[in-house]
Every structure is written in structure tokens, then in C-alpha cells.
């Protein structure tokens, strides 16, 4: 892009993730982005989270390399010692948005955010779409562009969109059981395919003000008040979604894998220095573990970071997984079980097994793993992270949502990409091992097939030319835009409706 030479300062952009390992991971790619193009960014994580990544990264050194970028952070609004890993994330939002307002506004009123001799105010603020509500309060009044990064998929952003319709029309809450195949009439475009069982967990609620469904679905509704939407996805893989969420919130910037993307500009800046936003230690003696396995014969199994399971799930999945006979590498977390640990009571036949074709380790380099030429498989929570990962190294999938927007994300998985399986709602031996044996043996032609191509489509996206590389580009011609006050809004909307 050619700039027109100035000696005004670049615009800053203010970035706030939610504070869990898929979107502050994936802000952290982007703020990269923005700060490779020649952005100022100040990075605004949590206390908790913020702690955590100097713990187990580089941050501080590799992002003191980009000029203008600044790490603050900000309290979530809960004591100190109040548990924040797991499924306790909920709590993390809902203090977020209830507690963080008035902290927040002050935050852009004062000269903390990067604001010292010779750098800008903030000229726009990028922000997880489920703190939109609050935070466009204050952009708006305050009269900064705000943009909404939906760190989700398109398809659950627009079955999110469409919930408080589901619910007129007498389609939610569910009837019971028998009711979870139904398919959902009232998201347009998933008449066909979406049961009420794909609807994100919180719509299985059987009543209607529960306030993590009512997060959810409110914050959604506050996306078209944004200047633009950024998703972590790509046109080849789910344009006809984002065409519909178009004709809510017309600017849309959908540059994702962000994390291909990111690999593909430092590249092409001849920069390869690029490493870990974990919040969690790695152990790489995984990766001599896999160089050791001949090609495509190891499954990967991970959760994500939030995913906590019950003592007979584990011992479940630990049975199909030795019974299949595949090589496995497993990913599990310290507090991967709700209450004892992981290794309390495992029968000694699992531990024996595991020993012959088996590598446990407490967190992997997830990227690293699914392109090792030894990995044919991945046993996923179906995170958007982990989803868009799988994808891009062309490595097929078995599904096993746990919450949120991954119930949504599995069945897109295995009936509208048929990149794998969908095993939701059920944790059986025996189906573990048939569906691993499915994927990495019998229906292996047809995943691996169907993932090289999709891994094609999403690695040409972020290539010169692609779409995802077209609109970043736009994206951040667009910021630099907002600095001359030219950045565009989009359609009024009603909300809380
Ligand atoms: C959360 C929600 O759970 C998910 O539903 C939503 O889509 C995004 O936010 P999380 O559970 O953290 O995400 O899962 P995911 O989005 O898949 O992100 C996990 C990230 O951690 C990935 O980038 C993955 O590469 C990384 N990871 C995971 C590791 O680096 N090592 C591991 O061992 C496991």
C-alpha cells in the first residue's frame, strides 16, 4: 500500500480480547498484523491473563520490536484469588461487562494508553464482540470508530443473530430430550441441516433469561451499532454466512486463519521470528515424540483451554483410544477433570497401553503439531482456533463439543465441510474407537481428500491476491482512514429488541 508521506503519528488502535486462550491468541495475531503494517497498538489484557503470558511467552521482548506498542491492563472486576480457569470464564464476562464501564471510559480519557510525547490518542478501538455493548457505549460517546472482532466463527455469529427469532417463534427452550434432533426452522440458510442439539450450549437452557444465554445473544445484537466486523475466517469456507450477516452489519473484514496470515507477512518482511501466545507452559518433548511415528499415524487430541470433563469421560476416551490401536498424542491439562486430578485411580492396563503408542503432555505447540507430517488426525473441542489450525494443515477431524459456539462449529465440521465427524452428547469406548478408526483408517481417503482442499482455498486466502489478504489490507487502509475521520458507520439497528 502506498501511504502519502506525513509526519503525523500512525492512528493507535486500542485491542481487547476476551481474556481465554482462543481470542486473546488470535487478538494477539492481529495486533501483530496491525503493528507489522506500521500501526501503533496498545494491548489491553486482563490482570489474570497478562501475568499468565509473560509467565510462558517472549511478549514483552518480541513486541517491543514494533514501534508504538504497548501492553495495559485492566482488573475483570473479581478478587484475586476467585478461580478463572475452566468453564469459570463465564463468570470472567459477566463481571467484564458489568464491572468494567467506568474503568474503561477512564482508561481512553487518560494518558495511559499510549499516549506519551509524539504518539496519537486512540483513533480506534477493536474489540471482542462480546464486550460490544458497553464498549461501543462509550467509543460512541466518546466519538472513537469501534470494531468488533468476533472471535467465532461466521456460522455461529449468524445463528446468534437469529436466536431471539428462534425464541419468538416458540422454538426455544427445548421440549426435553426427544426434541434435541428437531431441526431449527428460523435461522436462515441452516433449515436443512441444524437440529436443536448444533444451537450453541446456552440455548439448551429451559429458561430463557439465563444470563450466559442472555449474554450471547445480546452482545451479538450489539454488532451492527460497529463501525465494521472483523472475523477470524474466509470467503471460501463460509461466504454464503457472511453474505447473510452482511445485510446486518455491511462492513465485514473476514481475514482469517489469521494465524496463516501472520506466518505469510513476516515471511514476505523476510521476519520469521514468531513464537508462542500460550497461557500455558508447552512441553515440546511432544515434537521428538512425533518425529519418531511414521506419516499420518498419530491422532492429536485436545479440549482447548476451557474444556473440563468428568473422571468416567476421561477413563472413556482413554479406553477408545487404546482399544483403536492408533498412535495418540493427548493434550491434557492439569485441570482438564473437574475436581481430582487427571492421573488419580487411572487403571494400570491404560497407563501400560499408553506407553506402547501413546504421549501425554500438559500443553502442546498446537500449530506445530498439526502440521507435523506424523499427525493424520485431530480429536478436537472444536474451538474456532483449533478448527481454523486443523484446517490449514489439512488434517481431518472428530468433534466433541464442549460449549459455547462449538456445538455450531462441529456440525459445520461434518455436514457442511465434511472435513470429519461430530461425536456431541456422547462419550462411549466403543464409539470413540469405531469413529477413530472411521477417521484414520476406513473413511480416511474421503476426510484427507476433502481437508487438502479446504487447506488449499484457506492457505490461497491469506496469500497476495486472496481475500483474507485483500481485506486486511482494506482493513487497515481503513483505520489509517479513521485518523481523517472518514471511516464510514453502518446500518442503524434496533437492539434489545
Ligand atoms: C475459546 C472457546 O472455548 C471456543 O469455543 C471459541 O471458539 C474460542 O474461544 P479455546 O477453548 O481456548 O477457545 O479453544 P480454541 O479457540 O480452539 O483455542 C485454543 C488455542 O490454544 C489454539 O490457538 C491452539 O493452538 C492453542 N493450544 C491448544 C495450544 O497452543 N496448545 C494446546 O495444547 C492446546
Redesign the pocket.
Known amino acids: 500500500m502506498e501511504h502519502q508521506v506525513s509526519h503525523r503519528p500512525p492512528p493507535r488502535v486500542l485491542v481487547f480480547p ?1 481474556p ?4 486473546v ?2 487478538m494477539l495475531k492481529l495486533a501483530e498484523l496491525l503493528a507489522l503494517e506500521g500501526l501503533y497498538v496498545t494491548f489491553l489484557n486482563t490482570h489474570f491473563t497478562h501475568n499468565r503470558l509473560l509467565l510462558h511467552t517472549d511478549i514483552q521482548a518480541r513486541f517491543e520490536t514494533y514501534p508504538g506498542f504497548l501492553f495495559k491492563t485492566i482488573s475483570d472486576g473479581l478478587p484475586d484469588d476467585h478461580p478463572r480457569s475452566g468453564d469459570t ?1 463465564m463468570e470472567v464476562i459477566h463481571s467484564i461487562n458489568s464491572e468494567s464501564k467506568s474503568i474503561f471510559k477512564q482508561l481512553l480519557l487518560s494518558n495511559e494508553l499510549g499516549t506519551s510525547e509524539g504518539n496519537p490518542l486512540v483513533s480506534c478501538i477493536i474489540v471482542d464482540g462480546i464486550f460490544g455493548g458497553f464498549t461501543t457505549d462509550i467509543a460512541n460517546e466518546l466519538h472513537i470508530p469501534i470494531i468488533h472482532f468476533r ?3 461466521a456460522c ?1 455469529i449468524w445463528v446468534n443473530m437469529n436466536i431471539p427469532n428462534v425464541i419468538e417463534a416458540g422454538e426455544l427452550p427445548v421440549r426435553g430430550e426427544e426434541d434435541m434432533d428437531r431441526l431449527i426452522k428460523n435461522v436462515p440458510a441452516m433449515e436443512s441441516f441444524l437440529r436443536f442439539r448444533d444451537l450453541p450450549s446456552f440455548c439448551r437452557a429451559s429458561d430463557l433469561t439465563d444470563p450466559n444465554l442472555q449474554v450471547f445473544v445480546q452482545q451479538t445484537l450489539h454488532s451492527p451499532r460497529a463501525q465494521a466486523i472483523i472475523l477470524n475466517t474466509f470467503e471460501d469456507l463460509e461466504g454464503p454466512i457472511l453474505s447473510r450477516i452482511r445485510t446486518l452489519c455491511p462492513n465485514i473484514y473476514s481475514i482469517g486463519p489469521l ?1 496463516m496470515q501472520l506466518k505469510r507477512r513476516l515471511a514476505s518482511k523476510e521476519s520469521s521470528f514468531q513464537s ?3 497461557l ?1 507452559e ?1 512441553d515440546r518433548s511432544c515434537m521428538t515424540w512425533l518425529d519418531a511415528q511414521p506419516p499420518k499415524t498419530v491422532i492429536y487430541i ?6 473440563v470433563m468428568k473422571r468416567n469421560q476421561l477413563i472413556e476416551f482413554w479406553y477408545g483410544l487404546v482399544n483403536s490401536n492408533i498412535r495418540f498424542l493427548w ?1 491434557a ?1 492439569l485441570d482438564l477433570v473437574a475436581g481430582d486430578g487427571n492421573h488419580a485411580q487411572i487403571p494400570p492396563e491404560l497407563l501400560e497401553k499408553t506407553k506402547d503408542r501413546g504421549f501425554i ?7 506445530e ?2 502440521a507435523h507430517p506424523a499427525v493424520g488426525g485431530f480429536l ?8 481454523l ?1 486443523s484446517i490449514v494443515a489439512a488434517v481431518p477431524m472428530i468433534c466433541w ?6 456445538q455450531v ?1 462441529s456440525r459445520f465440521v461434518s455436514e457442511v465441510w465434511k472435513l470429519g465427524m461430530d461425536m456431541k452428547d456422547v462419550c462411549d469406548r466403543k464409539i470413540i474407537e469405531k469413529m477413530l478408526n472411521d477417521l484414520m483408517v476406513e473413511r480416511n481417503e474421503e476426510f484427507s481428500k476433502a481437508a487438502n482442499k479446504m487447506g488449499r482455498l484457506a492457505r490461497q486466502s491469506v496469500h497476495k491476491g486472496g481475500s483474507s489478504y485483500h481485506n486486511l489490507d482494506r482493513l487497515i487502509e481503513d483505520i489509517r482512514l479513521t485518523s481523517s475521520g472518514r471511516f464510514g458507520r453502518q446500518v442503524d439497528i434496533q437492539i434489545n429488541k
Do not use: K, M
Open positions: 476476551l481465554a486462550q482462543g481470542p491468541n488470535s470464564i472471535t467465532f466463527g455461529c494465524h508462542s501466545n500460550s500455558f508447552v485436545s479440549f482447548g483451554s476451557i474444556t493434550v491439562r503432555v500438559g500443553w502442546a505447540p498446537q500449530e503439531v498439526l478436537t473441542h472444536s474451538g474456532w482456533n483449533s478448527i489450525e463439543p464442549y460449549f459455547a459456539d462449538q462449529n
